[in-house]
């Protein structure tokens, strides 16, 4: 809407930068924060399976390698 453009103006004027570059920056954080969702579930399914099966030393790892 027009408030919003013209705040965006507003904000881009006092950062000395482009308009459309602190669009391109929000969709960028937008996109990452998307990613980021998808990926909780996936990172809490991990960490729980660590609670159950515990963890290895890097010694471990390595001669089991």
């Known amino acids: 809407d027009e408030n919003t453009y013209t705040h965006?103006?507003?904000?881009?004027a006092k950062r000395n930068m482009n308009a459309s570059d602190i669009v391109s920056e929000a969709v960028v954080e937008?996109?990452?924060s998307q990613e980021d969702l998808e990926l909780s579930p996936l990172i809490k399914s991990s960490q729980e399976e660590t609670k159950?099966?515990?963890t290895?030393?890097?010694?471990?790892?390595?001669?089991?390698l």
């Open 56 to 64: 290895k030393l890097w010694k471990e790892l390595k001669r089991d």
């Open 8 to 12: 965006l103006k507003v904000e881009a």
């Open 52 to 54: 159950e099966k515990g």
């Open 30 to 32: 937008w996109i990452e």
